[in-house]
């Protein structure tokens, strides 16, 4: 599993764009980059996926370049409610062995 | 989206004593399921893997006979963690996949808080 490098922590204040950057530099042609974002004493929940370019979804968006080494989630106008842990998983999820394993995270505060 | 469900939410259990946490996906079928723990201001920490119908492979330095899992249906895995001890206190989270699906998701359960006094 490609290991994954995020800053530990950003804070940014309420309607403003949060941009998170993972670095996934020894990804594998088959793996998937997944974020996924953690309320304290509750369970990852999943926020989006993508293999390559640009994946959007209702909640948010993912900015994957051409060499795939980096991945960036970008949450428009985040609430209170947004602050969390937010983690990058990089692999491949189709194969049968494959183990999700999570980095440290990045822990998102948001501020009124 | 998928719902794994996890119960108990919190335990508390004395010294010693053996507690059983369960997860069940409930509209799916789980052909693997992954345990992990979480100590406060921490990541997850994978502790096993679980395909259905077989056992567990787990992680380095996590001990198989006192974390006993068992994943013997397509919806159900448990973790028993056995003559648990203070140090056992930790937040423990299941995750479950089927993989014989395109879609590549892993679903979380909500979490069991144990407590060990």
């Avoid at chain 1, 949060?18 to 369970?43: E, K, L, R």
């Avoid at chain 1, 993912?62 to 795939?68: E, T, V």
């Avoid at chain 2, 198989?64 to 895995?77: E, G, M």
Wanted: aromatic fraction near 10%; include cysteine.
């Amino acid at each position: 599993l490609a290991k994954t490098t995020q800053p530990i922590s950003m804070d940014s204040y309420e309607g403003q764009e949060v941009n998170i950057t993972c670095s996934h530099n020894n990804i594998a042609t088959n793996d998937y980059i997944t974020w996924y974002q953690q309320f304290p004493s509750q369970g990852p929940r999943f926020i989006i996926q993508g293999y390559k370019t640009k994946v959007t979804n209702e909640v948010a968006s993912l900015f994957i370049p051409a060499d795939r080494k980096s991945s960036t989630l970008s949450l428009p106008r985040v609430s209170l409610s947004d602050t969390a842990v937010y983690y990058c998983l990089v692999g491949d999820w189709k194969a049968a062995g494959n183990k999700l394993t999570f980095g440290g995270g990045t822990r998102v505060l948001v501020k009124p | 989206g998928a719902v794994v469900s996890q119960h108990p939410s919190r335990v508390i259990c004395k010294s010693g004593t053996s507690v059983k946490i369960e997860c069940r996906s409930l509209d799916f079928q789980a052909t693997t399921m992954f345990w992990y723990r979480q100590f406060p201001k921490q990541s997850l920490m994978l502790m096993a893997t679980s395909n259905e119908g077989s056992k567990a492979t787990y992680e380095q330095g996590v001990e198989k006979d006192k974390f006993l899992i068992n994943h013997a249906s397509l919806t159900l895995s448990t973790l028993t963690v056995t003559s648990a001890h203070p140090e056992d206190s930790s937040f423990y989270i299941c995750s479950a996949r089927d993989l014989r699906q395109m879609n590549t998701e892993a679903f979380f359960g909500q979490g069991t808080r144990l407590t060990v006094v």
